[in-house]
């Protein structure tokens, strides 16, 4: 490698011979080869130079032939939070190539070959020429897994007659190795509280007494111990004290050198709530109406299934915008201020609205925006129910047409029928809300009355304009034309030349003449 750094490097003065200076390099390789503890040197660009044996023992991985960026998630570099990834430009060896010594920095590393993970504690220097210039750095380091383990461990079964385990809100109990068995020693107060007393009467009692009908508990006791380990187990567990169904996560933790701490987690309500969410969140999957989440911006959180086929809008083009991609135009600017004057008040609103699909086609909404509160009582959130009324619009308008029409029409057919010396009645009742049927009694000119009974081909708003037309027709025409067959005559002519060939009316007509 050009510029390729040694690890001691004796000045011109000293006089040794290439041969020398080889040798001595050498040397200091294989004693640092064979150190206990991890020793990786690179150059100034953060190519490795040498990896020792122990390195590679510990890390897990060997040298890999990388830039400094990869350090991290080539060899799992961690915080000791376990999570967090180590920046790799912070490691020790790479602030050591930046001239800066480091001691003793703690380093979590978990990677394929060390999936359990391990601690280090690391230390880097920087390696200088002759003109103090930065060549390179070198990073030193150990495994300190089992003395952080021992000391929490230590710290852990020092504190389980505390004050802390006392006050614990989980129930907890401890359990010590006796032979074959496990005598329940101690609890807490939440676990008195928990079983209502009755654990303090199982103090002594032992596992397989206790458990007796339950291999599984008794299985976990074993293998956490065996494996010195924790296990953790969620099922229903029947309380002896109340023989009341509960569902309980239990944790088995290990503490050295034969101490087991059962700790209980009430998930009863928990799992209650969780099936409660599932239920609402399918019910407003497949509800029909649209439902939108919205922020307090207004930015849109979540929208259902509805609402994608009604707008056209995936959930994916809705999500981040605002309701103003609904926006139709056909509302100003005063009904938009007044809308959010209300929800903002924290008041629910519901109204009708035009809003506009993403086809551009037009639909009317009834709509209801209610907010939602956080824990500080403050509105962090909305929820939008939008029902999709055009039809059912369309529909009463169509119904109010036609009740109009029904009442034009029969207050046109209303005819009060009176001829002196004849008895005449005349009434017409139609299935549905406009028809084609009709009677007149027409008077004309000479003492003569005109009886008229029709009907229009087929039915519904067509038929009863047609109706209407013949009897404007026939009624004119009756005024100056008093022969019954040439008056249905020139009818028909006025009727052949308004309507399709598919639409005709069926009509009589018989005239008394009173002299």
Not at 367 to 389: A, Q
Not at 469 to 495: I, K, M, V, Y
């Amino acid at each position: 490698m050009k510029n390729k750094p040694v690890l001691h490097k004796p000045t011109i003065e000293q006089g040794q011979s290439g041969y020398d200076l080889q040798r001595e390099n050498d040397q200091m390789k294989s004693i640092l080869a064979g150190l206990a503890e991890g020793v990786i040197v690179a150059d100034v660009t953060g190519r490795f130079i040498f990896f020792n044996r122990a390195a590679r023992d510990i890390l897990g991985i060997g040298s890999r032939d990388i830039n400094l960026s990869e350090w991290t998630k080539t060899y799992g570099c961690f915080h000791l939070d376990r999570r967090t990834p180590y920046p790799a430009e912070k490691l020790p060896l790479a602030r050591a190539l930046d001239g800066e010594t480091v001691h003793d920095e703690p380093i979590f590393i978990r990677n394929r070959l060390r999936p359990e993970g391990i601690i280090i504690q690391a230390s880097g220097s920087p390696i200088r020429d002759e003109e103090n210039r930065i060549s390179g750095g070198t990073v030193v380091f150990r495994d300190i897994t089992a003395t952080i383990v021992a000391e929490a461990q230590r710290q852990q079964t020092e504190s389980r007659l505390t004050a802390l385990f006392r006050g614990f809100p989980n129930p907890t109990v401890i359990w010590q190795k006796k032979a074959d068995d496990f005598i329940l020693i101690d609890s807490n107060d939440a676990a008195v509280e928990f079983t209502q007393g009755r654990i303090k009467n199982l103090l002594g009692s032992s596992a397989k007494t206790v458990y007796a009908g339950n291999k599984v508990i008794q299985s976990d006791f074993d293998r956490c111990f065996r494996e010195k380990t924790t296990l953790k187990r969620e099922m229903p567990y029947r309380l002896l004290s109340s023989d009341e169904e509960k569902i309980l996560s239990v944790s088995y933790i290990y503490a050295p050198p034969d101490l087991i701490l059962v700790h209980l987690d009430d998930l009863t309500e928990q799992r209650r709530n969780e099936r409660e969410i599932r239920r609402l969140s399918s019910a407003v999957e497949q509800t029909a109406d649209s439902v939108v989440i919205t922020d307090r911006a207004g930015i849109i959180d979540y929208v259902n299934p509805a609402f994608e086929s009604t707008t056209g809008y995936s959930r994916e083009e809705a999500i981040g915008q605002t309701l103003r991609i609904l926006k139709s135009g056909k509302h100003d600017s005063e009904f938009y201020r007044d809308l959010w004057s209300h929800v903002l008040r924290g008041e629910s609103y519901q109204g009708l609205i035009i809003n506009r699909k993403k086809n551009g086609d037009l639909y009317w909404c009834a709509e209801s925006i209610t907010p939602m509160r956080d824990e500080s009582d403050e509105i962090d959130h909305f929820i939008c129910v939008l029902k999709d009324i055009s039809e059912t619009r369309k529909r009463q308008e169509q119904e109010l047409q036609m009740q109009i029409a029904r009442e034009v029409q029969q207050r046109l057919i209303r005819t009060t029928p009176s001829i002196s010396g004849f008895d005449i009645a005349g009434d017409t009742r139609s299935a549905v809300e406009t028809s084609g049927d009709y009677f007149d009694v027409i008077p004309q000119p000479e003492n003569k009355f005109l009886i008229v009974m029709g009907d229009v081909s087929g039915h519904g708003i067509g038929p009863a304009l047609i109706m209407t037309a013949t009897r404007a027709f026939l009624r004119a025409l009756a005024q100056t034309e008093l022969d019954p067959g040439t008056l249905l005559t020139r009818l028909n002519r006025e009727l052949v030349a308004d309507l399709d060939p598919e639409r005709y009316v069926t009509l009589v007509a018989v005239q008394i003449d009173m002299q």
